[in-house]
């Protein structure tokens, strides 16, 4: 293996890494020296004894979209949470639904973000991925009829829309607007 392949490698690897050694600064609780050094005996044991396979990132990351993702999600998250306390309150059943949601993208961490954003958000969780067909399966709450599903439908796209914009590739942020442009056309 020459060091051109090597260095690759690992230069793939990073994010992962940095990732685990801040994932367990998190767990602990502590952002001190001996949390980083544990973290990194940690994360190159985790990295060398579990074969995960590399994070293919697009190389590319949009410090503004990133930046709208981040104040749009803090948004929907008093939101939903505002929401869920309200459907709470009210007396009667807020209705929910078992739904579908097609991406547009076939990237594996794409749709996990997405996955993931849309789970973070009170009144909906992730039951599901078919993966092979890109499709998320949600649980939501305060969905009583067909309006109110695509109401929520239309906020997951939304969601894969700003994490492609913020850390999607060329090739992913133009087929977003191209089907962006075939729902607004249709």
């Not at 392949?5 to 801040?22: E, G, K, M, N, Y």
């Not at 505002?82 to 594996?108: R, S």
């Not at 949600?138 to 309006?147: E, F, K, Y």
């Amino acid at each position: 293996m020459s060091s051109a392949t090597v260095l690759s490698a690992l230069w793939r690897q990073l994010p992962f890494f940095v990732w685990l050694v801040a994932l367990w600064m998190l767990l602990w609780g502590q952002f001190t020296v001996l949390a980083a050094v544990t973290g990194i005996v940690v994360s190159i044991f985790v990295m060398r004894i579990f074969r995960l396979p590399p994070v293919e990132l697009s190389g590319r990351v949009n410090l503004w979209w990133g930046f709208v993702f981040v104040v749009e999600f803090l948004l929907a998250l008093v939101r939903g949470s505002l929401t869920v306390a309200w459907q709470v309150l009210t007396p009667g059943q807020p209705g929910t639904a078992i739904m579908a949601v097609p991406l547009v993208t076939d990237d594996d961490l794409i749709m996990t973000h997405v996955a993931v954003t849309a789970s973070l958000i009170p009144g909906s969780l992730i039951i599901d991925v078919d993966r092979d067909r890109r499709i998320l399966y949600l649980h939501v709450m305060g969905a009583r009829d067909r309006a109110q599903l695509e109401q929520q439908r239309r906020a997951v796209r939304h969601w894969e829309e700003r994490i492609v914009r913020a850390v999607g590739s060329r090739a992913q942020v133009e087929s977003i607007r191209t089907a962006e442009t075939d729902r607004t056309g249709a």
